[in-house]
């Protein structure tokens, strides 16, 4: 649902890169490109971000049942 502030694995902080890679991303830039800009470079930290859905507006149709 929300983007995780640290990575599951190795603990590091993350959440701090997830708005400037989800804008980059929707103005089409490359995943790899992005977050070898932004530093991540540990496969379970890219894989936090690769990995990550948003699924809240879903979720939020049913709030009112």
Same mark, same amino acid.
């Given at each position: 649902m929300y983007f995780?502030? %640290?990575?599951f694995t190795c603990?590091?902080?993350i959440a701090h890169?997830? *708005? *400037?890679?989800? =804008? %980059? &991303?929707?103005? /089409? !830039?490359?995943?790899?490109?992005? &977050?070898?800009? &932004? /530093?991540? !470079? %540990?496969? #379970? #930290? %890219?894989?936090?971000?690769? =990995?990550?859905? !948003?699924?809240? !507006? ?6 009112? &049942?």
């Amino acid at each position: 649902m929300y983007f995780p502030v %640290r990575c599951f694995t190795c603990g590091a902080p993350i959440a701090h890169k997830w *708005e *400037e890679y989800d =804008s %980059r &991303l929707k103005a /089409g !830039e490359k995943a790899a490109q992005v &977050l070898d800009d &932004l /530093g991540i !470079e %540990r496969f #379970c #930290c %890219r894989r936090m971000f690769l =990995s990550h859905v !948003e699924i809240m !507006e879903k979720v939020a149709k049913y709030d009112k &049942l």
